[in-house]
T-cell receptor
Framework: DQQVKQNSPSLSVQEGRISILNCDYT??????FLWYKKYPAEGPTFLIS?????DKNEDGRFTVFLNKSAKHLSLHIVPSQPGDSAVYFC??????????????FGKGTLLTVNP | DTGVSQDPRHKITKRGQNVTFRCDPI?????LYWYRQTLGQGPEFLTY????????KSRLLSDRFSAERPKGSFSTLEIQRTEQGDSAMYLC????????????FGPGTRLTVL
């Protein structure tokens, strides 16, 4: 039962253009959402997060949008740079019912930014 | 630097051997998490500590797995009688500040079981 879904295994974008990575979730108890970036042989690196009380959060080139009614979030990277090439994971958490803030991850999307 | 170190970074072992991994946060955090990532998957929750107490264990954590956090600082994860299916990246994570959902991950330990 995949509670967090990233339906696009890969995405290829030209340098300077926008990258849009999508994520869907099924558990309505999730109230906090995060994006992580991961290079091979390293741990995930935190990028940006959003609470369910917001619908947008921006940090430099990264913006996360949350549509609670659709149970959908997206990460926008503008402009995309070759150094952004990595696997991006969507994650969700919620402490309702004693979930202890554990994170539930999607399977990831491999982003390739071409020079 | 996320403030979490893990040792070893890589471990190759033969099936049936026992292995132990260590996670060291550089400062005190009351919560500590272990996750496992296999090929083509996102990290999956294994277990969670609040200080010394192990408060939650995933069904992924079979009887061959044991985790400890004896002094509420560093943590160890031991796998007994390793199987090829245990091959994965084992990740340790801590919250950056109390009461926050944001977790910062260590570099991981890559386990290969031959």
């Amino acid at each position: 039962d995949q509670q967090v879904k990233q339906n696009s295994p890969s995405l290829s974008v030209q340098e300077g253009r926008i990258s849009i990575l999508n994520c869907d979730y099924t558990n309505s108890m999730f109230d906090y959402f995060l994006w992580y970036k991961k290079y091979p042989a390293e741990g995930p690196t935190f990028l940006i997060s959003i609470s369910s009380i917001k619908d947008k959060n921006e940090d430099g080139r990264f913006t996360v949008f949350l549509n609670k009614s659709a149970k959908h979030l997206s990460l926008h990277i503008v402009p995309s740079q070759p150094g952004d090439s990595a696997v991006y994971f969507c994650a969700a958490s919620g402490n309702s019912g004693g979930s202890n803030y554990k994170l539930t991850f999607g399977k990831g999307t491999l982003l390739t930014v071409n020079p | 630097d996320t403030g979490v170190s893990q040792d070893p970074r890589h471990k190759i072992t033969k099936r049936g051997q026992n292995v132990t991994f260590r996670c060291d946060p550089i400062s005190e955090h009351n919560r500590l998490y272990w996750y496992r990532q296999t090929l083509g998957q996102g990290p999956e929750f294994l277990t969670y500590f609040q200080n010394e107490a192990q408060l939650e264990k995933s069904r992924l954590l079979s009887d061959r797995f044991s985790a400890e956090r004896p002094k509420g600082s560093f943590s160890t994860l031991e796998i007994q009688r390793t199987e090829q299916g245990d091959s994965a990246m084992y990740l340790c994570a801590i919250p950056w500040s109390p009461g926050t959902d944001t977790q910062y991950f260590g570099p991981g330990t890559r386990l290969t079981v031959l």
